[in-house]
């Protein structure tokens, strides 16, 4: 529900159609302001023209008796115009301020005040005035019963008929007489006014009301159905249906809108279609390209297997070539002893003695072998679940005469938490008897050995780490340590399968072995084995 009012909030049609409607309502309120303003204009500017001529025609009226001085007859035809619908009072005053006539017969006799509204006029100056204009002579007040009143003073002129009458003459210089006041209601008035404001709320509201319906539909019409449409077309189009066309239903920008949106979904379908052909094709080029490559990758792989075999098989007849032709040399000094005029037990110690150089190369001979097959045929393993910190014990133990005889100092931190590993025994102890032996041959007199074990349980992996703090191995050694028969020892120290015999046993155990080193610094070797080895490691 919210989202459907968020919707609609934010819709362009209900934009439009607010903005329609706020513009037509502010111009029918100033319409319909400045109409009534006018209109109490022109009934104000009618009412003073009525009482104006109002007060012409009493003047007129009573001036042939005045001139008679018939007071009683002045009397009764201000009276009697004073009683017509519409007039509030009518009175005349002399200069003086004393009210001589009036409709309303208590005041008569009686003074006004000179300040008032009806003379403030004339009197405003200190000289009053002979002659006023008529918007100077007109004054709006309140009566008593809250009714507004419409007042116009006209001042009664000195004649020649009347300074010079028989009956009371005045003199000429003598300018202004009185002042016949004459007060119209406006009562009447302002209930016109008030039903011609109502009508003009009503027909501004009506007209607004209708012209706001007419727009809203016209907007409806014309923006929010072809918008919506283009919309719903671009909804479709973005969940994939190139096939949704909008109707042309229009020439205007939104109808050449709706004919540049078909004919882009045209396009974008002919160029789905085209990509759709062309990611076959590459498929089809891809597998064929995968295809070539793997023959490739296996005629590379078998040439390299080959080379492999080739270096293995120089470096193997190398190695047991030496021990050979001492073997073959050692041989030929026996055979001569037989010829030699030695004594007896003479010829007998020196043929002791080239027999037991003879077997001390036979061995060394037996050894490579084995290493070889060892290396070649990795023997199947029988994982339990061991102790991987009294694994480490033995190892160190085995090697805790070599390192007392060139003064190796031992640095051991094992993690008391550590969890059991499931491996052979056996074959992980020859692993790290092969490290422990490299590092304590890289410090050959005196020297730090620190070996750490730790355990990362989110990884479940076990870490042995065995760091010497010797010369270190050079960078341009370090990717080749574990190659078969690869050696930085001095000729006849060792064979260079030590390494690559125990990255095989961890490996076959699922895990691996990163080595660092820094020069002059020393070397560092981690074993990393997982607490559970893969699935092939458990079934063998």
Known sequence: MRAQMLRIRHSLAIKLTACVVGGMAVLFGLYGYWNLRLWRQSAQELTLQSADRISDTIRRSIRYSMLRNEREEVFHIINTIGHENGISRIRIFNKEGKISFSTDEPEVGKFVDKNGEACYACHAQAQPLTRLDRPDRMRIYTARDGTRVLGLIRPIENEADCSNAACHAHTGSNRVLGVLDTNLSLAAADL?????????????????????????????????????????????????????????????????????????????????????QWTETLEQRVLQKTAELERAYRSLTQSEKMASLGKLAAVVAHEINNPLAGILTYSKLISRLADKPLPADQRLAEAKKYLQIIEGESRRCGVIVKNLLTFARQQPINPQKNDLNAIVDRCLLLVGHQMSLQEIELAKHLAPDLAPVYCDAGQVQQALLAILINAIEAMPQRGLLEVESTYDSAARLCRVVVRDHGQGIPEDRLPHIFEPFFTTKEEGRGTGLGLAIALGIVHQHGGNIEVTSVREKGAAFTVLLPEEPPVGVRAA
Request: aromatic share 8%.
């Open 192 to 276: 016109a006014a008030a039903r011609h404001q109502r009508q003009i709320v009503v027909f501004t509201v009506v007209s607004l009301l209708i012209v706001s319906l007419f727009s809203a539909g016209l907007i409806w019409a014309t923006v929010y159905k072809p918008v919506h449409r283009l919309t719903e077309g671009t909804r479709h189009v973005a969940q994939g249906d190139l096939d949704y066309v909008l109707p042309e239903t229009s020439r205007d920008e939104i109808g050449a809108l709706a004919i540049a949106f078909n004919q882009m979904t045209v396009e974008l379908k002919k160029a789905q279609a085209e990509n759709r």
